[in-house]
């Protein structure tokens, strides 16, 4: 899964666009959003931000398993969104 294949994801979840940011090479921390960005060439990283701050940081290699994750925040097993 790539970005743009989350993004299709999230949208048919009915996840709202102000619960995440995917955008990928900024340095805005958004207020009360799920994160996901690229540091680097080979570092992908997901983080809850809020009021200026990373929560729950975690670093992948690839950008597959940062997507899969962000979904997962989003959507249990059985299809149905959560608040993450």
Same mark, same amino acid.
């Not at 690229?38 to 992948?60: L, P």
């Given at each position: 899964?790539?970005?743009?294949?989350?993004?299709?994801?999230? !949208? !048919?979840?009915?996840?709202?666009?102000?619960? $995440?940011?995917?955008?990928?090479?900024?340095?805005?921390?958004?207020?009360? +959003? $799920?994160?996901?960005?690229?540091?680097?060439?080979?570092?992908?990283?997901? $983080?809850?931000?809020? +009021?200026?701050? +990373?929560?729950?940081?975690?670093?992948?290699?690839?950008?597959?398993?940062?997507?899969?994750?962000?979904?997962?925040?989003?959507?249990?097993?059985?299809?149905?969104?959560?608040?993450?």
């Amino acid at each position: 899964m790539d970005v743009s294949e989350l993004r299709l994801a999230l !949208e !048919e979840h009915g996840v709202r666009e102000d619960r $995440y940011d995917l955008e990928l090479e900024g340095f805005t921390l958004p207020n009360d +959003r $799920y994160c996901l960005r690229r540091e680097g060439r080979f570092r992908w990283v997901t $983080y809850y931000s809020e +009021r200026g701050q +990373r929560w729950g940081e975690r670093t992948w290699i690839t950008e597959s398993e940062a997507c899969e994750h962000v979904l997962h925040k989003f959507v249990k097993d059985d299809g149905a969104t959560t608040d993450a």
